[in-house]
């Protein structure tokens, strides 16, 4: 693998948001939703918390980490507020608010990750023990929706590879996949068919020990809130945002592709490989460009900025994919 660079990536953008509605239409139809305005919409309740000023953190714990990553984007961080307010993790519901309203009942501790498949080494094992040999970094990385929104976000982790080498994968090893919690009682979007749950993810083994690829637990210096994932979640930079999978309670070694949950759902909207690419349009939205959120309302038709390969990082993560099809392999 080549030595790795610090993303070169312009600092001179900040953060606006806004998003499309197909969750909100998949909830009341059930069905596929064409998406309103080439994929984004506005929610109202996301646009008026966006108009406060800036408060202090109210979640989580404060957590100790070392800064100043060369793996970091200087790019200025969205606001904490926004990007707490604004999310996507449909167990708590469709909209964008939905998370940050309805998981007052998920209970993050204790915590628990399987490990299970093609390594020598697999049980369960406790989150202090997942974290215990690692310090604690904060890197910040750019986030791309594939909804063509972004943000910029400071996550508090450990590298994934450091920890999967812990776990001895075999040589059948191939890709790994992930699996989000799923409690009906403390998750009241999981009483919708939107996905078949549980939520699932999945890399390939080099993707997944890349130094760029962290499990976070942490955000603006505190531990995730559970709109974020808490307490356990995947952040790979370079790929669209829906394959950051949260909550993570099964990782497993595998020697076949695993099924992804989005891909299952829309296999010709959402590839296995969701890797951020300009050039390959969503059938129902082109990616060519993306809005920040910048908290300062969300604009549909302001701060849109142009996207760029593997969202700014193809010179880190390019020779991944030298030999495949990234118009194929989507």
């Given at each position: ?199 699932r993810e999945g890399l390939r083994i080099d993707e997944a020990v890349h130094p760029l690829a962290i499990l976070a637990v942490g955000l603006y210096g505190r531990t995730l809130p559970p709109q974020n994932g ?101």
């Amino acid at each position: 693998m080549p030595a790795y660079r610090p993303p070169r990536i312009p600092s001179s953008e900040i953060t606006p948001e806004a998003v499309w509605t197909r969750r909100r239409e998949l909830l009341k139809s059930m069905l596929l939703a064409p998406a309103l305005l080439a994929g984004c919409s506005r929610d109202s309740e996301a646009e008026a918390a966006a108009a406060a000023p800036e408060a202090e953190p109210e979640w989580g714990r404060p957590l100790s980490a070392t800064t100043g990553s060369p793996y970091s984007t200087r790019e200025a961080p969205t606001r904490a507020r926004d990007a707490t307010t604004y999310n996507n993790y449909y167990e708590f519901g469709t909209d964008k608010a939905d998370p940050a309203r309805t998981s007052g009942k998920f209970k993050s501790e204790p915590w628990s990750v399987e490990i299970a498949g093609e390594a020598e080494v697999t049980g369960t094992f406790t989150l202090e023990d997942i974290l215990k040999p690692h310090a604690l970094e904060e890197r910040i990385y750019r986030l791309r929706c594939v909804e063509a929104w972004s943000m910029v976000i400071p996550w508090i982790g450990i590298p994934l590879g450091e920890l999967l080498k812990r776990f001895k994968p075999t040589s059948k090893a191939r890709y790994v996949a992930f699996t989000t919690v799923e409690r009906r009682g403390e998750m009241p979007g999981l009483r919708y068919p939107v996905l078949d749950w549980p939520y699932r993810e999945g890399l390939r083994i080099d993707e997944a020990v890349h130094p760029l690829a962290i499990l976070a637990v942490g955000l603006y210096g505190r531990t995730l809130p559970p709109q974020n994932g808490a307490p356990l979640r995947l952040v790979v930079p370079w790929k669209y945002g829906f394959k950051s999978i949260k909550s993570i309670v099964r990782i497993d070694f595998t020697e076949k592709q695993p099924a992804t949950s989005w891909n299952l759902s829309a296999r010709e909207e959402y590839g296995f490989y969701a890797n951020v690419n300009p050039d390959v349009s969503h059938p129902r939205w082109s990616q060519a460009t993306e809005r920040r959120i910048a908290g300062d309302g969300f604009n549909l038709f302001g701060n849109r900025l142009k996207t760029l390969p593997f969202n700014g990082y193809a010179e880190q993560v390019g020779s991944l994919y030298t030999d495949l099809d990234l118009r194929r392999n989507y």
